[in-house]
Structures are given as C-alpha cells and as structure tokens.
C-alpha cells in the first residue's frame, strides 16, 4: 500500500530511488541474517528455554556481522548527498528489521505465533501509517526514510521488550557483545547456520528464497 | 534482457498474480515448522505424522491454485491488465502449474532444515540455480516470455525430487548446538 501511495506522491526520479535504495538495503541485510533465524527457531522448538544460550550467542553473531553490512552501505552511500543519505537510513531500517524478526523466530520457535504476529503488524502497520502521514503532507524520501527508521527502532524497542518478559534476557546488555564469537556455542551455530545462509543469499528466483520468509 | 521491457511486463504481470499465493504455505509452515522440529526430538512417528499431513494439505491448496489459475488465466489476466497482457495468459497458466511443487517444496525445504540436512539444501539450491540459468538460456529464445515460466516449472519439479532423496536419507543428527 505504501509503495502504491509512494508511486503517486513521489516524483518518477524519487520513486525510483526509493526502490533503488530498498533493493541494495535488501541484499546486503541477507549478510547480516545468514540463517540464523530459522535455526534459531528449531533450537527453541526443540531445547525450550534451555536455548537461552543459543539465543544470546545468535544476537551477539548478528551484531557482528552486521557491523560489514554497516561498512557496506556507508560506502554505497558516501558522496551521494541527500541520496546516499536515504539508501543509508532505509538500509539501516531493514538491518534492524531482521532483528526484529530474529525476536519473532525465536517466539516462533515457541509457538507463540500471536507475538511474532504483534511485532510485525507493529512494524508493517507503523511504517504503512506514518509514511502516508508523510507523503500525505507533500513529504520528501529524506523524511520518509525518517520515519520508517524511527518506526522500525520502536518496533525493535518493542520487540526487546516481549524478549525480556520472556524470561529470554534479564536485561537488554546481555545483547550487547563483549568478545569476539569464540565461545563453543557460537562456533556451532555458524557451522550450522552458513549453509542455510548460502541458500538464502543465493537469487530470489531460487527456490529456497522461501526459506527467509 | 533477450527480450525487452514488454516481455519483462507480461512476464511480471502473471508473476505478481502468482507470488501472493505463496502467502499460505508460508503462514502455514510458520506454526509448523516448530512443532515438527520438536516432535522430531521426541517422537518420530509424531513427526512424520505431522509432515505427511503438511505435505498432503499443501497439496491439495496447491493443486486447487493450479487449477483455479489454470481454469481463469484466459479471463482474468485481460479483465486485470486489458488487451495488451494476452500474452500473459500462457505466462500464468504455466506459473500456476508451478503452484504444486512449490507448496510442496515449501513443506520439504523446511522439514530438512529441522533434520539438520541445510548442507544438502544447500547442494540441492546450487543445482536448481544452475538448471535454471541453463533452462532460461535454452528455453528464451526459443519460446520467449513463456521459456523462464517454463523453467521454473522445470526447477520446482527438480527441486521436489531433490527434497523426497534428501529426505530419505538417514539423519546425521548434526543438529546440537
């Protein structure tokens, strides 16, 4: 619905960039998922809360690695202007959006399916009705872009919110790494997760695309 | 590429009928795939139980899509798109008889991720990647906007046996992390 109202209120050359930046933001964020997620969700179906571990581990991997994606789109972004400004922030809104769906994995996991669904209608819901707000108001990409950041930030506020409820952290720090990924548990999960990664990043048109939605 | 920005057109004109489809098998396979990885660990039978009811109930949506798409492609692409999209109505039928392997595969892909199998998804992946490079670069200039259709169809179809091999191999248990 936004991309619909986004063709109409934008300039043709907007528009465009806007898609522009969406797609790069796409493929790079798959950097930073690396399969993580559905694996993820198949240790928490199968261990329960003593995936506690897992969990932690699998944040703190996704933090580094998305620290390249970072570096990836500053660099498509620099000397741009305005635009390598928007193909920034939309970027970093996608790359938080996959932490935001790396929460709803793991409720997932648990089949707690009405949560994974509140935290993306919140994110989907928010980002539809803000950037209408937006364009309705003769806004430019800059500000959408804005907006969309700023909806995905409250949304992963939210969702580290249901994590904590959870019992899954007792505080959001514990997200946060403090070493590099050397510990047993994250040297598994990479052994594991790299091959789902490949499958996922290989082109949509193959079919294990479906695995990423 | 081979063929212009109008064949882009009547080929994404029956692509985007297709894809929301996909919407239901995803749905479903988002409070599957837990429930079969956990009964994978506790209860075999439970689990194939589970996946053959999955799998048979994807069918069944999948074979209706088809032949809904099949039935309504020669009325519904020129009431949605006009005249111009005609060429879109074997596009669709073609994308449409893709529906069944896809739901299929939907349920297969997922249920070797919960045996630990992703390096194998991961062989089968780079193998229909690779057929359909080849099939697109056979079959479109040949038969035009309808030869990548056509090779999706051929790629599912791959994919599909692919999955039923890789699904009757033993389990490495691999999986703890």
Redesign the interface.
């Given at each position: 619905m936004l991309l619909l109202w986004a063709a109409r209120q934008l300039s043709t050359a907007d528009f465009g960039r806007y898609n522009y930046a969406l797609a790069i933001g796409f493929i790079l964020v798959q950097l930073a998922d690396f399969?993580l997620q559905?694996?993820l969700?198949?240790?928490?179906?199968?261990l329960g809360s003593a995936a506690r571990p897992?969990v932690l581990a699998t944040f703190h991997l996704k933090l580094w690695l998305s620290l390249p994606v970072l570096l990836l789109l500053a660099l498509a972004a620099i000397g741009q202007g305005v635009n390598g400004l928007v193909l920034f922030l939309l970027g970093l809104t996608l790359l938080l959006q996959t932490f935001v769906e790396l929460v709803a994995y793991i409720f997932?996991?648990?089949?707690r399916?009405a949560v994974?669904a509140q935290l993306l209608i919140w994110v989907r819901l928010g980002t539809a009705v803000f950037g209408t707000i937006i364009l309705w108001q003769n806004g430019q990409l800059l500000e959408l872009a804005l907006v969309s950041l700023a909806v995905m930030v409250s949304g992963l506020a939210f969702a580290l919110w249901h994590l904590r409820r959870a019992g899954w952290i007792s505080h959001i720090g514990q997200l946060w790494p403090n070493a590099l990924p050397r510990t047993a548990?994250s040297h598994?999960?990479l052994q594991?997760a790299w091959?789902?990664g490949?499958?996922i990043f290989?082109?949509s048109?193959?079919?294990?695309w479906?695995?990423c939605? | 590429m081979w063929r212009g920005a109008e064949a882009v057109a009547h080929y994404s004109a029956a692509w985007r009928l297709v894809e929301p489809t996909q919407l239901l098998p995803a749905s479903l396979l988002a409070a599957v795939f837990p429930a079969f990885s956990l009964a994978l660990s506790q209860d075999g039978t439970r689990a194939r139980q589970l996946g053959w009811q999955t799998s048979l109930l994807l069918a069944l949506a999948g074979g209706t899509v088809t032949l809904l798409f099949w039935l309504s492609a020669p009325w519904l692409v020129p009431w949605l798109y006009g005249a111009d999209f005609a060429a879109s109505v074997p596009v669709l039928r073609l994308l449409g008889l893709t529906v069944l392997p896809v739901y299929l595969n939907y349920s297969l892909t997922h249920y070797l991720v919960a045996r630990g199998q992703q390096r194998l998804l991961t062989g089968l992946t780079a193998v229909t990647l690779s057929l359909h490079a080849l099939f697109c670069w056979i079959l479109i200039p040949r038969l035009g906007v309808v030869g990548p259709a056509l090779s999706v169809l051929l790629v599912e179809s791959v994919l599909l046996l692919g999955c039923l091999w890789a699904l009757r191999q033993p389990i490495l248990w691999e999986t703890a992390v």
């Amino acid at each position: 619905m936004l991309l619909l109202w986004a063709a109409r209120q934008l300039s043709t050359a907007d528009f465009g960039r806007y898609n522009y930046a969406l797609a790069i933001g796409f493929i790079l964020v798959q950097l930073a998922d690396f399969g993580l997620q559905l694996l993820l969700s198949r240790e928490v179906a199968r261990l329960g809360s003593a995936a506690r571990p897992q969990v932690l581990a699998t944040f703190h991997l996704k933090l580094w690695l998305s620290l390249p994606v970072l570096l990836l789109l500053a660099l498509a972004a620099i000397g741009q202007g305005v635009n390598g400004l928007v193909l920034f922030l939309l970027g970093l809104t996608l790359l938080l959006q996959t932490f935001v769906e790396l929460v709803a994995y793991i409720f997932r996991g648990q089949q707690r399916l009405a949560v994974e669904a509140q935290l993306l209608i919140w994110v989907r819901l928010g980002t539809a009705v803000f950037g209408t707000i937006i364009l309705w108001q003769n806004g430019q990409l800059l500000e959408l872009a804005l907006v969309s950041l700023a909806v995905m930030v409250s949304g992963l506020a939210f969702a580290l919110w249901h994590l904590r409820r959870a019992g899954w952290i007792s505080h959001i720090g514990q997200l946060w790494p403090n070493a590099l990924p050397r510990t047993a548990v994250s040297h598994h999960l990479l052994q594991q997760a790299w091959p789902l990664g490949l499958s996922i990043f290989f082109p949509s048109l193959t079919p294990a695309w479906r695995l990423c939605c | 590429m081979w063929r212009g920005a109008e064949a882009v057109a009547h080929y994404s004109a029956a692509w985007r009928l297709v894809e929301p489809t996909q919407l239901l098998p995803a749905s479903l396979l988002a409070a599957v795939f837990p429930a079969f990885s956990l009964a994978l660990s506790q209860d075999g039978t439970r689990a194939r139980q589970l996946g053959w009811q999955t799998s048979l109930l994807l069918a069944l949506a999948g074979g209706t899509v088809t032949l809904l798409f099949w039935l309504s492609a020669p009325w519904l692409v020129p009431w949605l798109y006009g005249a111009d999209f005609a060429a879109s109505v074997p596009v669709l039928r073609l994308l449409g008889l893709t529906v069944l392997p896809v739901y299929l595969n939907y349920s297969l892909t997922h249920y070797l991720v919960a045996r630990g199998q992703q390096r194998l998804l991961t062989g089968l992946t780079a193998v229909t990647l690779s057929l359909h490079a080849l099939f697109c670069w056979i079959l479109i200039p040949r038969l035009g906007v309808v030869g990548p259709a056509l090779s999706v169809l051929l790629v599912e179809s791959v994919l599909l046996l692919g999955c039923l091999w890789a699904l009757r191999q033993p389990i490495l248990w691999e999986t703890a992390v």
